[in-house]
């Protein structure tokens, strides 16, 4: 198990521009040869949109975009002529595959603040594709093309779950307090969790977190 607390994620964004970001990895002029990712998983970027400030077009290709909104209302828009809004709760996936473009805005009148995940794909190339859950309950989202599988949690205080027994494991805490084998964990830290079983999350507050599940598959490098 190896814990990373929020407050040793590398800070990032343009807090002039109204952009706050925090990274769990290696991004853009930060690099860290011995944290470029955690088995396909190569970005976990945690953002914050003042209203009107966001991320003007830009192109992205053969990486798995998986965006979970926290707080506020994301407006999205990607070459493909999609225009969707992305409120509270709801997931959002675009997979570049050979090549997209996007814009991601918060055209609201509050903060927005939202997680965004990038994963390698298990094949490069194809065409883009996007899907929008709305209002993802605690459940499973399947994302065969990184072969990976996204879990969603909401405890309630003293409520716990028991994770999945697999290869390796990322879970991100978003809000609320979990303890998870002794260890406490407070909003925005993660841990990272490799042939470990049984092992069980329990709210110490109200706890709100997404669990990512991976095979033993090698590391890829990136192409975006």
């Known amino acids: 198990m190896d814990v990373r607390r929020a407050g040793d994620r590398y800070p990032g964004g343009d807090p002039g521009a109204g952009i706050t970001t925090r990274h769990a990895f290696s991004f853009g002029s930060h690099y860290d040869p011995d944290n470029l990712g955690f088995g396909p998983l190569i970005a976990v970027n945690e953002e914050r949109l003042e209203p009107g400030s966001g991320f003007d077009e830009h192109p992205h290709r053969h990486v798995e975009i998986v965006t979970w909104v926290l707080e506020g209302e994301l407006t999205h828009r990607d070459s493909g002529g999609r225009e969707r809004r992305v409120r509270r709760g709801d997931l959002q996936h675009l997979s570049a595959a050979a090549g997209v473009r996007h814009v991601e805005r918060n055209d609201g009148t509050v903060p927005l603040r939202f997680l965004q995940m990038w994963l390698t794909p298990v094949a490069a190339g194809g065409e ?71 092992l069980v999350a329990e709210a110490a507050d109200a706890a709100e977190f997404l669990v990512w599940e991976f095979p033993d598959r090698p590391q890829a490098a990136p192409a975006i």
């Open 128 to 198: 883009p594709a996007y899907t929008l859950v709305r209002e993802l309950g605690a459940g499973a989202y399947e994302l065969p093309e990184a072969g990976a599988v996204l879990h969603i949690h909401r405890l309630a205080a003293g409520e716990n779950v028991v994770l999945p027994d697999t290869g390796s494991l990322y879970l991100h805490l978003a809000t609320g307090e979990l303890v998870l084998e002794g260890r406490v964990l407070a909003p925005g830290d993660a841990a990272r969790l490799s042939d470990e079983k049984g």
